[in-house]
């Protein structure tokens, strides 16, 4: 590899990074034009391991704006992160894989006590698979995939 290519591979991890990270920012925040905003057109998100929906972005984000209103204190923690550049003849490709593990520990609504809201209640935790291609507009998610492993609930 030249020095060049070297320098694209790293600066196109670092944009799926940034992705990996958008994506969660939007959905603790609830910013659902954001969300929307990091797919590709035809992006699809699955959250059917978690028992939530599967579709397109854009009906996700509808679902999700609704879901997340019962947990209105959510924290997403996305670690462990592999990605897998498309190798396009010793150059990075137009498309990627990630895999990460997540931690998300969240409230559930009217468990706040006097007016301050009291420790995480519900934590789930699994891994994501995040597919995205390079687009004009830059990296962009063409299929998010929960594969929940566990779940916790406490009184």
Known sequence: MTQRVD??????????D???SGYAVAVDDGDWE???????????????????????????ADWLAETMKLFPVRQHLIVNRLIRLEDSGGSP????????????????AGEEFDGT?????????????????????GWRLTRVTVH???RHISA
Do not use: C, Q
Request: glycine share 10%; hydrophobic share 45%.
């Open 148 to 150: 929940e492993k566990w």
């Open 18 to 20: 940034e992705v990996v």
């Open 34 to 60: 954001g969300y929307r905003a990091l797919f590709a057109p035809a992006g699809r998100a699955d959250y059917s391991s978690a028992g939530g929906m599967e579709g397109p972005a854009g009906e996700v």
């Open 93 to 108: 490709g137009d498309s990627a894989e990630v895999r990460a593990d997540f931690l998300n520990p969240m409230r559930l």
């Open 117 to 137: 809201v009291t420790a995480p209640n519900f934590v789930a935790a699994g891994r994501y698979t995040f597919a995205l291609a390079r687009t004009h507009d």
């Open 7 to 16: 320098l694209a591979t790293v600066m196109d991890r670092l944009a799926i």
